[in-house]
T-cell receptor, first 114, second 113 residues
Framework: GAVVSQHPSRVICKSGTSVKIECRSL??????MFWYRQFPKQSLMLMAT?????????EQGVEKDKFLINHASLTLSTLTVTSAHPEDSSFYIC??????????FGSGTRLTVV | GQQLNQSPQSMFIQEGEDVSMNCTSSSIFNTWLWYKQDPGEGPVLLIALYKAGELTSNGRLTAQFGITRKDSFLNISASIPSDVGIYFCAGQRGQGGSEKLVFGKGTKLTVNP
């Protein structure tokens, strides 16, 4: 089936530094990638939608300068959390629509900012 | 953003019991999806529903797309310990394609052996 590989699975960073999260589609071309944020015991909240070769679309209330999204190829989308602060600590998940398998999710990245 | 109304929020059941959870919306969705999420993992698709009234099974799981297109339910029969996890419903206004999903808040299922 269609697989989205997400890395890293866990990252701890110091406040003020930037962290990059990668999502790769392994056996299909992902023209679109959705990026979600999930707080403990809560549902997935869509942050932004990236489309290959064009600017990402951000949901209301999401700072585009803080959460930089790049979708430079059909198999790779990245989310960079810039100047991270403790309140950015969360579980970040990517997802890509596929023709045969609906939406495929990455395994998530647990970000802890200390 | 908009979310679906999913209930119950949590369930504690004995192994072997059947489970039912549902999602409702004030607006129409043309695709309903049910996912399971284990701790520290991304959601995994269980069942996808594309037609109003559709009843679809996947092993011990059965889900239905409501006739009004504003609700869906998921049943799990003869629960086992590995059914533990958080179940999410998700709706899409279109059918397939790359339109974004709207998620329910999840149902946390605990199965006691």
């Amino acid at each position: 089936g269609a697989v989205v590989s997400q890395h890293p699975s866990r990252v701890i960073c110091k406040s003020g530094t930037s962290v990059k999260i990668e999502c790769r589609s392994l056996d299909f071309q992902a023209t679109t990638m959705f990026w979600y944020r999930q707080f403990p015991k809560q549902s997935l909240m869509l942050m932004a939608t990236s489309n290959e070769g064009s600017k990402a679309t951000y949901e209301q209330g999401v700072e585009k300068d803080k959460f930089l999204i790049n979708h430079a190829s059909l198999t790779l989308s990245t989310l960079t959390v810039t100047s991270a602060h403790p309140e950015d600590s969360s579980f970040y998940i990517c997802s890509a629509p596929t023709r045969e398998y609906g939406y495929t999710f990455g395994s998530g990245t647990r970000l802890t900012v200390v | 953003g908009q979310q679906l109304n999913q209930s119950p929020q949590s369930m504690f059941i004995q192994e072997g019991e059947d489970v039912s959870m549902n999602c409702t919306s004030s607006s129409i969705f043309n695709t309903w999806l049910w996912y399971k999420q284990d701790p520290g993992e991304g959601p995994v698709l269980l069942i996808a529903l594309y037609k109003a009234g559709e009843l679809t099974s996947n092993g011990r799981l059965t889900a239905q797309f409501g006739i009004t297109r504003k609700d869906s339910f998921l049943n799990i029969s003869a629960s086992i310990p590995s059914d533990v996890g958080i179940y999410f419903c998700a709706g899409q206004r279109g059918q397939g394609g790359s339109e974004k999903l709207v998620f329910g808040k999840g149902t946390k299922l605990t199965v006691n052996p």
